[in-house]
Antibody
């Protein structure tokens, strides 16, 4: 079955760019919607955005000016870049799949903790 | 953004209890609602989509209902593995938003 695995630095300095990658195994990335979601410590879930296999993207307006999601079909990976980070961006970051947008997020990665600190 | 509220925020229940969690939307979202279960230190797990459709592999003691602005998640007979935090998510409008969560704890 499809599995997702996040990877990237666990510590990012303020004002720098957070970069994470999600590797998809057990299935092709060349279909469906591929999402990023985050969860600050002790808080709820926030949807960051998705990339559709064709390359189209949709971002949360609250983060849109700082977010880029891209896909590398040759590596079966998709990536998140979040620029100009502050302590408020400290969170567990999850990647997740939607087969059909309206049907929710059916497969999730285990999550990776990113701390923004100097 | 569409705001979701959940009630209660916390509930204490015993194994075998029937548990109901309510999710209310700030505007009509038809049936574009999903429910997730999250255990401590783990990723959320999709339980129900389209308000009432059980995700494959999810036990039948979980059920969802509702449309418009009011939705419920029901666990018919609480099992030890069900103690977790439950979130609703609306997918009617961008950005998709989550409720604040309901923590189900052991009485």
């Amino acid at each position: 079955q499809v599995q997702l695995q996040e990877s990237g630095p666990g510590l990012v300095k303020p004002s720098e760019t957070l970069s994470l990658t999600c590797t998809v195994s057990g299935g092709s990335i060349s279909t469906y919607y591929w999402n990023w979601i985050r969860q600050p410590p002790g808080k709820g879930l926030e949807w960051i955005g998705y990339i559709y296999y064709g390359g189209s993207t949709n971002y949360n307006p609250s983060l849109k000016s700082r977010v880029t999601i891209s896909v590398d079909t040759s590596k079966n990976q998709f990536s998140l870049k979040l620029s100009s980070v502050t302590a408020a961006d400290t969170a567990v970051y999850y990647c997740a799949r939607s087969i059909y947008y309206y049907y929710g997020l059916d497969v999730w990665g285990q999550g990776t903790t990113v701390t923004v600190s100097s | 953004d569409i705001q979701l509220t959940q009630s209660p925020s916390f509930l204490s229940a015993s194994v075998g209890d029937r548990v109901t969690i309510t999710c209310r939307a700030s505007q009509d979202i038809s049936t574009y609602l999903a429910w997730y279960q999250q255990k401590a230190g783990k990723a959320p797990k999709l339980l129900i989509f389209a308000a009432s459709t059980l995700q494959s592999g999810v036990p039948s003691r979980f059920s969802g209902s509702g449309s418009g602005t009011e939705f419920t998640l029901t666990i018919s007979s609480l099992q030890p593995e069900d103690f977790a935090t439950y979130y609703c998510q609306q997918l009617n409008s961008y950005p998709p938003t989550f409720g604040p969560g309901t923590k189900v704890d052991i009485k």
